[in-house]
Every structure is written in C-alpha cells, then in structure tokens.
C-alpha cells in the first residue's frame, strides 16, 4: 500500500521561509495527483489552504503556496509568522478517487 | 456561509455500530458541484479519511474501512451520516465531516475538502 510522506517537524523563525513537501512512498506526484493542503492548530478543525497544487483557498493569505518540486508536491510559507505554528496535512488523490492524508508536518516557530 | 455540524452519541461499545450525523446549514446536500465526506482524528494522531457520498447515491470509502462503512445522505432533512460497524477501541477519534468540491480536470476530477465541521469525539469503550 502506498504510503503519503511528509516531514513530522519543521522549525523555523520569525520571517523565514519553509518549503514542506509531501511525498509517496513509491512514485513521483505530479499534477494529477492533485494535491491539496490543510492547516490544524490544536483543538481545531483543519482549514483548507491550497487544493489542485496550486490554488490558494479562499481568504488564504499569498505566503502560502503550492506547487511540485521534482517528484514531491511542496507548500512554501514566505515570511513565517508566529501564528503559522500548527500541523500541515497534505491530500494526494490515488486511483479510484481515494483521498490519503499525508501523516502531517508539525511546524514550530521559534 | 455553510456550516457543517456532527451529532451523534459520543460514547459506543466495543463491536457496536458508530452512527454519527452531518447537519449541513446555509447549503444543499443536492447541489451537484459537491460530494460529503467523514473524516476522523484519533488522539494525537493525523487525519484518516473515511469517504464521501454523492447526491445520485455513488459512495468512494476508503479500502481499509470499506468493509465497515456506510455513508448515506438524507435530502429531505439536508444531512448526512455516517455508520461504521463493528467499532474497537482504534476506532476512537475525533470524528469531522466535510464538504468536497469536485473539479472536472482534463484528467479526471478533482478532490478537495473546502468546508469542515468543528469534530465530534467518540469514544469507543465498555
């Protein structure tokens, strides 16, 4: 069975960019595995942040983007902020059109 | 704006049926641009999706549930729900339900969550 990689954590400061990136345990993504991510922070529900790649969300602020870096599909934050501190999930579309969350990237702004 | 609620009971024995509830407010279950889906979170852990339904009836569940899994809608009360059959204790989790929008690609459709519910924890115990 396919597996959705992510990194489990991220540290990053003030003002820095991170580049998160989701993955599969065998095979490239690309644009037709239509990646989508979300944002947790504890005790909520997720939040929708980019969805086909590249499309930001609604109200999703622009330092947040997407896109495929070689084999993997990647969130970019430009300038992280205090507030990005929370969980990342990625969502890799597999055939039959079975959504697989990656298993999150917890990122820390120090 | 939509506004996505669970209800259901919190507490469920061991080889018991989980049933959960999806209100859906401000929205229609018939609009034919989405699909609703459940998705859970155990404690601590990352999110697992479970499946989603379509207003003609088509449902898409995820392999390793599918066996104890069924999603339906019920137009005439604007809901959803969800049943899973023959719970353990790692069926606890927080359990969220979800909008998908579907997108019509060059190959394919598309799949993303757009709206979520706040999540209800269930809890599976005697």
């Known amino acids: 069975q396919t597996v959705v990689t992510q990194e489990p954590s991220f540290s990053v400061s003030p003002g820095e960019t991170i580049t998160l990136t989701c993955g599969l345990s065998?095979?490239?993504?690309?644009?037709?595995?239509?990646a989508s991510w979300y944002q947790q922070t504890p005790g909520q529900a997720p939040r929708t942040l980019i969805y086909?790649?590249?499309i930001r969300s609604s109200g999703v602020p622009d330092r947040f983007s997407g896109s495929i870096l070689g084999n993997k599909a990647a969130l970019t934050i430009t300038g992280a902020q205090a507030d990005d501190e929370s969980d990342f999930y990625c969502?890799?579309?597999?055939?039959?059109?079975?959504?697989?969350f990656g298993g999150g990237t917890r990122v820390t702004v120090l | 704006q939509l506004q996505l609620q669970e209800s259901g009971p919190r507490l469920v024995k061991p080889l018991q049926t989980l049933s959960l509830t999806c209100n859906v407010s401000?929205?229609?279950?018939?609009?034919?641009?989405?699909?609703w889906s459940w998705i859970r979170q155990p404690a601590g852990k990352g999110l697992e999706y479970i499946g989603r339904v379509y207003m003609t009836g088509p449902t898409n569940y995820n392999p390793s549930l599918e066996s104890r899994v069924t999603i339906s809608l019920d137009t005439s009360r604007n809901q959803f729900s969800l049943e899973l059959g023959s719970v353990s204790a790692a069926d606890t989790a927080i359990y969220y339900c979800?909008?998908?929008?579907?997108?019509?690609?060059?190959?394919?459709?598309?799949?993303?969550?757009?709206?979520w519910g706040q999540g209800t924890l269930v809890t599976v115990s005697s």
């Open positions: 086909n790649t590249n």
């Open positions: 979800a909008r998908v929008r579907a997108v019509t690609m060059i190959r394919g459709k598309s799949y993303y969550f757009d709206s």
């Open positions: 065998s095979g490239s993504v690309s644009i037709n595995s239509y």
């Open positions: 401000d929205g229609s279950i018939t609009n034919g641009r989405y699909h």
């Open positions: 969502v890799l579309q597999m055939a039959g059109g079975i959504s697989v």
